[in-house]
């Protein structure tokens, strides 16, 4: 699990704006972006080319 300090010092690597964790806990996201950052192993991977993008719901 991420700590709340690394939460709150984590930035959107393409527009260095607020993510969020997702309710399964497994990625962050950034709402301006519409981008899904995966977790792994408790690891955030912040690379833009490997960010999901997230459906226009």
Do not use: F, N, Q
Request: aromatic share 2%; with cysteine.
């Amino acid at each position: 699990m991420i700590s709340r300090e690394l939460l709150d010092i984590l930035a959107c690597p393409k527009c260095k704006g607020e993510v969020t964790l997702t309710e399964k806990k497994d990625g962050l996201v950034c709402h301006g972006c519409k981008l899904l950052y995966e977790i792994r192993e408790d690891i955030p991977i912040m690379l833009i080319d490997e960010a999901k993008k997230l459906d226009d719901r």
